[in-house]
């Protein structure tokens, strides 16, 4: 356990040193990024990402996947516009909302569980589904709002932060102490690891599994309606390849794709170092920076992958050379 807890610390320090690194060149390069204002900006732009990240979170170290949520929360984020600019209240909304987000979930959930699919395969199916939605909803136009309650989501401030940042950080800490300290969180880790071997003990992957599709769910409506609020309109066009932002920030935080390794606190950094990679692009003007956004995505997703790797094949020499101890 002491070998197990000094390699997480090793992986975080690194994260750490790569986040600092990343801030120390921007604000070389542009003296305005290391700036109160700016670091706000980053936690605001970083807020939907982060809680679409805490979904991943889970479902990964699950060997689980879900490429939805960027349509999800676009479907969801128009779901609610037009309703409110139809006179539906903002707690009727928010109710129609999640559990519309609830129901996509179970969906993903059962074309996993019960018809067998891959993750990746059933929830792309979604991803396209939801996408269509969010275009034939509000026939390809984007919708205004002018609900007040939602306008003071989106604007509503307490010790300067903004009420998304607040959510995420609430979102991180609940997520991360679920994952850490319960039943459930160690279940999510043991189907991570071994399927079957959890189900011999009397676990229910199957529940497990559906309970985090569901959660991601939860969490894209949210991210949907506040996404919404921000902008004060509902876009069908939103939150294109988000999350493979979620997905690479999770990575870079650690969590191994093959399953049942990884923890919040490293999803937390990368979701800042992806942000503030992001944002720092386009400040320093550089020529079609957005677009070099993809490939930096790209590049730092493939650096996180590298690193899964060989902690996997790190881990695997471990346990061989422990085995041979023990016998």
Known sequence: MKKKGLRINGNLIVLVIALVVVIAVFSLLNRNYFTTINMVNILIAASLVGLVAIGHTYL???GQNDLSPGSLVAFLGVLSA???SRGVGFAPTLLVTMVV???VGLCNAFMVNQLKL?????????????RGFAYIICDGKSIGITDQTFIWVGKARLLGLPFSVWLMIIAFIIGGVILAKTRFGRSVYAIGGNAQAARLAGMNPKRIVTISFVTMGLLCSVGGIVYVARLQSGQPAANINLEFDAITAVILGGVSFSGGVGNM????????????FNTGL??????????????????LLLIALTADYIRKVNNEKRLLAESKKNR
Do not use: C, D, H, R
């Open 282 to 299: 386009n400040m320093v003007g550089i020529p079609n920076a957005n677009f070099w956004q993809y490939v930096g995505k790209g590049a």
């Open 82 to 84: 037009l309703l409110v």
């Open 118 to 130: 891959e993750a990746f395969i059933a929830t792309l199916v979604t991803q396209s589904i939801m």
């Open 265 to 276: 606190l490293g999803t937390v950094i990368g979701v800042l170092l992806i942000q503030s």
């Open 101 to 103: 987000g609830a129901i």
């Open 60 to 62: 990964i170290i699950e």
